[in-house]
């Protein structure tokens, strides 16, 4: 199968890995859709993809399932949807979370994940494909406060394995990066972000953190493999071996 000609919604395809796979996906010919909450990232976006005619827009905040609903609609029928949207993780020892910014964490990530399953499914063309973000601390969880974004990640595993069953032969993925070069690490690290990326990269075997333009090309291969689906493809630069 290929992306060519093909329409692809990136939920969360103004910034990071969700515009590196907006960059990949147009120089293979497809339509992208890039949906995020902020208009100005979102023209940001465009621009920086060349003002292409076979990119638009849609501002949406999907952790409001009447927002998700909207989203599709005005979308009309397309071919691929990928989720790469993300909230700086909610980290504290256990003893000490917040349980109401536990809740909306969960519904961050979790929640808005598969509210915009149901609502694709009225839009999306049979035989496409969906496919979510989770990454490492799922297998390298943090030994402090690690464990709320541990568990949300991980879920993703045993979500696409039960979706891939309900909607084939629509085909649901799931990737999971390693460490990212992503604007969201102005806000987990700020300044410190460089030396910490250092750092990881000697350990790592590939030698290097990530790019988005790295991690894009995962996303092409499940939605052009026919064959792919429940599954978790990591794409970590060998950081879960370490």
Not at 208 to 222: G, H, N, Q, V
Request: hydrophobic share 45%; charged share 20%.
């Amino acid at each position: 199968m290929s992306i060519e000609s093909s329409k692809i919604v990136i939920v969360g395809g103004s910034s990071g890995i969700g515009l590196g796979v907006a960059q990949a996906a147009l120089e293979r010919g497809a339509h992208v859709v890039l949906v995020g909450r902020s208009l100005d990232r979102l023209r940001h976006a465009t621009e920086s993809l060349g003002g292409s005619p076979r990119v638009t827009t849609l501002a949406a905040d999907v952790t409001r399932e009447a927002d998700v609903a909207q989203m599709f609609e005005e979308i009309g029928p397309f071919d691929h949807l990928v989720v790469t949207r993300g909230d700086p993780p909610v980290a504290a020892p256990i003893g000490a979370f917040d349980i109401d910014a536990v809740r909306s964490f969960v519904d961050a990530m979790q929640v808005s994940s598969i509210a915009l399953a149901k609502h694709a499914q009225g839009t999306l063309r049979r035989g496409g494909s969906i496919t979510f973000t989770s990454g490492i601390s799922k297998d390298r969880p943090s030994r402090q406060g690690g464990a709320v974004v541990a568990a949300v990640a991980g879920s993703f595993d045993y979500l696409v394995r039960a979706l891939a069953l309900e909607l084939g032969p629509t085909r649901v993925n799931v990737v999971s990066p390693g460490w990212v070069q992503t604007p969201m690490w102005d806000q987990l690290a700020g300044d410190a972000k460089t030396g910490m990326w250092e750092e990881m990269a000697s350990r790592l075997p590939a030698g290097r953190i990530a790019r988005p333009s790295d991690i894009a090309p995962a996303y092409l291969f499940l939605m052009e493999s026919e064959l792919m689906t429940g599954t978790s493809l990591n794409i970590d630069g060998g950081q879960s071996l370490i």
